[in-house]
T-cell receptor
Framework: DQQVKQNSPSLSVQEGRISILNCDYTNSMFDYFLWYKKYPAEGPTFLISISSIKDKNEDGRFTVFLNKSAKHLSLHIVPSQPGDSAVYFCAAPRTGNQFYFGTGTSLTVIP | ETGVTQSPTHLIKTRGQQVTLRCSSQSGHNTVSWYQQALGQGPQFIFQYYREEENGRGNFPPRFSGLQFPNYSSELNVNALELDDSALYLC????????????????FGAGSRLTVL
């Protein structure tokens, strides 16, 4: 049973434009969400997180939005840069820092 | 500060064999988590070790087992390998097991890619 879902396997955007990556979840008890980024041949690296008591968290070019009623979160990257090309995973804790991960969205930023 | 290192990076086994994967945690981290990432999938939680004790297990059969050593490094052992065990195995370390402090996000290694023939 997939607790965290990323329904778009891939996304292509032009450099300088906005990238929007989406994630849906099924468990309304999740109280924390994270985004990880993964380059080929490297492990995932932590990008940004959000607590369920907030609806937005911003860190430089990266903003995560949380819509609890829709059980949906999104990651916005503005402006997108070629170095942002990677696979992005959203994650939610099954307990503590043990996570359910989505299947990932492969972002390609076209120069 | 040394990050998380995993060995071997690649290995090939045949069905029924056993495999041991190793992980050195980041300096100062006492918690190690293991994830399996099959092709086209996200990482799936296998188990976590905290101060040498198992601290949670995902939906994996008992032939997946682990250890954590006093220096907080860890091993993942898989017995009776099956074709479906072919995957990237990721180890992650953290300074603890809670998340709400924001300080215990996972630091991942680059993974060990296992192919079972």
């Amino acid at each position: 049973d997939q607790q965290v879902k990323q329904n778009s396997p891939s996304l292509s955007v032009q450099e300088g434009r906005i990238s929007i990556l989406n994630c849906d979840y099924t468990n309304s008890m999740f109280d924390y969400f994270l985004w990880y980024k993964k380059y080929p041949a490297e492990g995932p690296t932590f990008l940004i997180s959000i607590s369920s008591i907030k609806d937005k968290n911003e860190d430089g070019r990266f903003t995560v939005f949380l819509n609890k009623s829709a059980k949906h979160l999104s990651l916005h990257i503005v402006p997108s840069q070629p170095g942002d090309s990677a696979v992005y995973f959203c994650a939610a804790p099954r307990t503590g820092n043990q996570f359910y991960f989505g299947t990932g969205t492969s972002l390609t930023v076209i120069p | 500060e040394t990050g998380v290192t995993q060995s071997p990076t690649h290995l090939i086994k045949t069905r029924g064999q056993q495999v041991t994967l190793r992980c050195s945690s980041q300096s100062g981290h006492n918690t190690v988590s293991w994830y399996q990432q099959a092709l086209g999938q996200g990482p799936q939680f296998i188990f976590q070790y905290y101060r040498e004790e198992e601290n949670g297990r995902g939906n994996f059969p008992p032939r997946f087992s682990g250890l954590q050593f006093p220096n907080y490094s860890s091993e993942l052992n898989v017995n009776a390998l099956e074709l479906d065990d072919s995957a990237l195995y990721l180890c992650a370390s953290s300074p603890g097991t809670s998340i709400h402090s924001g300080a215990n996000v996972l630091t991942f290694g680059a993974g060990s890619r296992l192919t079972v023939l």
